[in-house]
């Protein structure tokens, strides 16, 4: 079946590193692929997608590009912040769904 | 405004007991998940409805039943609790189609003890 794999954490930076999470994922067809980020205590948010090959998904510093001939959609940032800490999921929904299929979540902690 | 919203936000109970959480979405949207988040933080869906139509079940035990009155709610009931059920559960709302953004609630932490 479709799933998700992604790095595990946590990943422990200090503040204005360089970040990369790496996420790969197994699917039929052609799934839509996204990062969601969940801050302590609260829900999810959608950080950012990207539905076909070669999107680039990019949102508040954050990029990922969909990359099929290597079925990843890794995440970077080129500066992290104090407030960037937090649990990143990687996703995709399987090709006509809306449900979605999660990694397990990275951790990123950013130190001053 | 809260977009997506469940209560209780903490539920602590003991085995056996039934109980019920609560969801609702003014959104607009057509779909409302379950999710259940485990310990590890690992993210499962349960259940989605699309216009109060079940749409996805995944293979969630018979004791779990989702009701959706409206299209603005669903709730999930919870029967004959297990310690194993200990979990965060997550409702969540999108438009109808594939490849849209799910707008989630703030989660409900069930204790079970």
């Known amino acids: 079946g479709d799933s998700v794999t992604q790095m595990e954490g946590p990943v422990t930076l200090s503040e204005e590193a360089f970040l990369t999470i790496n996420c790969t994922y197994t699917a039929t067809g052609y799934p839509s692929l996204f990062w969601y980020v969940q801050y302590p205590g609260e829900g999810l948010q959608l950080l950012l997608k990207?539905?076909?090959?070669?999107d680039k998904g990019s949102n508040k510093g954050f990029e990922a590009t969909y990359r099929k001939e290597t079925t990843s959609f890794h995440l970077e940032k080129g500066s992290v912040q104090v407030s960037d800490s937090a649990v990143y999921f990687c996703a995709l929904s399987p090709y006509n769904t809306d449900k979605l299929i999660f990694g397990t979540g990275t951790r990123l902690q950013v130190f001053p | 405004d809260t977009a997506v919203s469940q209560t209780p936000k903490y539920l602590v109970t003991q085995m056996g007991n039934d109980k019920s959480i609560k969801c609702e979405q003014n959104l607009g949207h057509d779909t409302m998940y379950w999710y259940k988040q485990d310990s590890k933080k690992f993210l499962k869906i349960m259940f989605s409805y699309n216009n109060k139509e079940l749409i996805i079940n995944e293979t969630v035990p018979n004791r779990f039943s989702p009701k959706s009155p409206d299209k603005a709610h669903l709730n999930l009931h919870i029967n004959s609790l297990e310690l194993g059920d200990s979990a965060v559960y997550f409702c969540?709302?999108?438009?109808?189609?594939?490849?849209?953004?799910?707008?989630f609630g703030q989660g409900t932490r069930l204790t079970v003890v």
């Open positions: 969540a709302s999108s438009r109808t189609g594939a490849n849209t953004e799910a707008f």
């Open positions: 990207a539905t076909k090959a070669d």
